[in-house]
C-alpha cells in the first residue's frame, strides 16, 4: 500500500497537477500566488496525494468544513467535503482511490462528495448516498454524502 501524503503548496505540486483532466482555477490560483510571493509554502494545502516514485498518481482535495451559511444538517455541523479526487488514468485499479477515500473517513465525520458524473458509482461503492440537492447551496455540483458507521448527529 502506498502512503497517503498531505501535499506542499510548492511549483512541483502545481505542476503534477497539470497532468489531471480536473486542473482548473483553484490550481491556477495556487500557481498565481506562488509566483507572486504572497504564499507560504509552509500554509496549510487541502491537498493529498498518493505518489508512485516520483510520480503524482491519486490526489483529492480535502478539507473541514463549519455548516453555517448553507448547512446540510440539522442542527448544523461540520463535515468534510472531498472534491477533485482522481487518479491519473495509468494508476487506475490499484486501489488508490479507495486508499484516498479510506484516509476521508479516518476524520470519523460526514463527508460530502463532489463527484464528476461517471465517479458516482465509485462513491456509491464506498457508502456514499446522494444528498437532498438544494439549488442554493449546491449550485452545479451534484453532491453525494457519507455517514460514519454509528455516526449520530448531536
Not at 6 to 24: P, Q, W
Not at 127 to 148: H, N, Q, S
Amino acid at each position: 500500500m502506498s502512503e497517503v501524503k498531505h501535499l506542499a503548496i510548492n511549483y512541483k505540486t502545481v505542476e503534477d497537477f497539470k497532468k489531471f483532466r480536473e486542473y482548473g482555477a483553484q490550481e491556477l490560483h495556487m500557481m498565481q500566488e506562488l509566483e507572486g510571493n504572497m504564499i507560504d509554502a509552509d500554509i496549510d494545502s487541502p491537498f493529498y496525494g498518493i505518489y508512485v516514485g516520483d510520480t503524482l498518481a491519486a490526489r483529492m482535495c480535502l478539507y473541514r468544513k463549519e455548516d453555517e451559511q448553507q448547512p446540510i444538517f440539522d442542527p448544523p455541523h461540520d463535515y468534510m467535503v472531498i472534491w477533485k479526487l482522481e487518479v491519473l488514468e495509468k494508476y487506475r485499479g490499484r486501489g488508490f482511490g479507495s486508499q484516498l477515500i479510506e484516509f476521508a473517513k479516518d476524520y470519523e465525520l460526514p463527508i460530502k462528495a463532489i463527484s464528476r458524473q461517471n465517479a458516482r458509482g465509485f462513491f456509491e461503492k464506498h457508502g456514499f448516498e446522494t444528498m437532498k440537492y438544494d439549488i442554493d447551496r449546491d449550485m452545479a455540483d451534484d453532491p453525494l454524502i457519507f455517514y460514519p458507521e454509528g455516526y449520530v448527529l448531536n
